[in-house]
């Protein structure tokens, strides 16, 4: 089955700079990578993801990136503000298998 | 507003005894889902189901059942809670295989 791995577990950041999270996985067929950002005492909510004939998509201060010959794909946050404190979580999965398969997390804190 | 709720939030058991643990959506989306949350082990799919009468193990299904009577539904049980059970619990539903999975807020489970 599908292995995800996530770097690094935890992430502290100076407000105002750039955060990166990556992500790889080990099966290649996997063509869909949703991130997740958990608050405290919430569920994971989406905050972006990224199907497979695309290499890079950006909302705002948010963007992944996608390398299917490498198996990697990472998040990026510009200009980090205190909200974005919180746990992100990369997945993937094949489309069809509505099935997702979990990074371990990243702890990201904004140093004010 | 459309939602999807779990309850309790809160659960104190003891070993041996059975537990369920509610989940309720009013999107009326086809598939659900069950997760555990441990740290270090990100989120882990239990079971899941793509409609009524439909489940299907996931990952870390021993231990556990689900069972789907109607769409806005899909309770967890634990026949015999062991302490490893242990967690935070979520559910989530999406609409259909290409379709965002959303979350419910989690039961803290502690098995004593």
């Known amino acids: 089955g599908e292995n995800v791995e996530q770097h690094p577990s935890t992430l502290s950041v100076q407000e105002g700079d750039s955060a990166v999270i990556k992500c790889t996985y080990s099966?290649?067929?996997?063509?869909?990578f949703p991130w997740y950002k958990q608050e405290l005492g919430k569920g994971p909510q989406l905050i972006i993801d990224i199907r497979s004939n695309v290499g890079e998509k950006k909302d705002q201060r948010i963007a992944v990136t996608l390398n299917k010959t490498a198996k990697h794909f990472s998040l990026h946050i510009t200009e980090t503000q205190p909200e974005d404190s919180a746990v992100y979580f990369c997945?993937?999965?094949?489309?069809?298998?509505?099935?997702?398969?979990f990074g371990t997390g990243t702890r990201l804190t904004i140093i004010p | 507003d459309a939602e999807i709720t779990q309850s309790p939030r809160h659960k104190i058991t003891e070993t041996g005894r059975q537990v369920t643990l509610a989940c309720h959506q009013t999107w009326n989306h086809n598939n659900m889902f069950w997760y555990r949350q441990d740290l270090g082990h990100g989120l882990r799919l239990i079971h899941y189901s793509y409609g009524v009468q439909d489940t299907n193990k996931g990952e870390v299904s021993d231990g556990y059942s689900v069972s789907r009577s109607n769409t806005e539904d899909l309770p967890l049980t634990l026949e015999s809670a062991a302490s490893s059970q242990t967690s935070v619990y979520f559910c989530?539903?999406?609409?259909?295989?290409?379709?965002?999975?959303?979350f419910g807020p989690g039961t803290r489970l502690t098995v004593l």
């Open positions: 997945a993937a999965s094949n489309f069809g298998n509505e099935k997702l398969t």
């Open positions: 989530a539903s999406s609409k259909s295989s290409y379709n965002e999975q959303f």
């Open positions: 099966d290649s067929a996997s063509n869909y």
